[in-house]
């Protein structure tokens, strides 16, 4: 019965996303469920978090109730995000970026917003994006290493099995350096993986992989992370599982 059940609600989210145009969601969410599940995550990190798409998502979506901690360098954007989480007592948002240094850096605000890094956009990326991936300004941002937030976070919160998420827009390998030691408290990372230039100075996918398996995180799932730019993919997200918890 509960197998049943289970198959279910998976077909009715299924035809929920497709009637919303984000089928291509789908094999994300049900990863995210089983992981968080499984593993019982007890808070999120959310960095790269735009106007909460993302935990939002979460929420609506993969089931989780836990604590969600979102990071948007973007001040128009942040403000979007405010709203979206204020009514979420367990949602908490932060105006800064991640990184691998504790300061001030020049933010790129893109054309269209969701693009925006603390990287420039690389002069070989495919045309398709070339009028949205542009800069239209900067701005000056707080940057914060994660190794020196983390124990101001674990005091105000008391979480014990974190998971990672980064969508950052080339930036992702930064943030990782940035946590240090302090990357292995990690139950699971969800990372951005570039096969195509987008930014410059981006990690490759292939490149991404072989850093975190050398640092004790293994792949769990790999998926698209957009409807995709057939016949040639883009980027992809992984999601990673730390090497102690499965025992691999």
Not at 23 to 33: D, F, G, M, N, S
Request: charged share 25%; hydrophobic share 45%; with cysteine.
């Amino acid at each position: 019965m509960n197998r049943y059940l289970r198959e279910l609600a998976d077909r009715k989210l299924a035809m929920r996303l497709a009637l919303a145009g984000r089928v291509h969601q789908y094999p994300e969410i049900q990863a995210l469920k089983r992981f968080l599940s499984a593993f019982s995550v007890d808070c999120l990190f959310d960095v790269g978090a735009n106007r909460g798409q993302y935990a939002t998502m979460l929420r609506k979506d993969a089931g989780y109730k836990g604590l969600i901690l979102s990071f948007e360098p973007n001040p128009d954007v942040f403000v979007e995000l405010q709203k979206a989480a204020a009514s979420d007592r367990k949602w908490h948002v932060f105006n800064m970026a991640l990184s691998d240094f504790d300061g001030t850096a020049s933010f790129n605000i893109m054309a269209a917003d969701q693009f925006s890094s603390l990287k420039k956009p690389s002069g070989e990326q495919d045309a398709i994006f070339a009028d949205r991936n542009k800069v239209t300004k900067t701005v000056e941002m707080q940057c914060r290493r994660l190794d020196t937030l983390l124990p101001e976070l674990v005091a105000q919160h008391g979480f014990v099995r974190p998971f990672l998420k980064m969508d950052t827009q080339g930036h992702d390998l930064s943030v990782c350096e940035g946590a240090g030691a302090v990357l292995t408290d990690m139950l699971g990372i969800q990372t951005e993986l570039g096969v195509r230039p987008i930014y410059e100075g981006g990690t490759g996918y292939r490149a991404m992989i072989d850093w975190l398996g050398d640092r004790g995180f293994v792949p769990s799932a790999f998926f698209a992370n957009n409807k995709g730019h057939f016949p040639l993919l883009v980027e992809m997200d992984g999601i990673f599982v730390n090497r102690t918890v499965v025992g691999a």
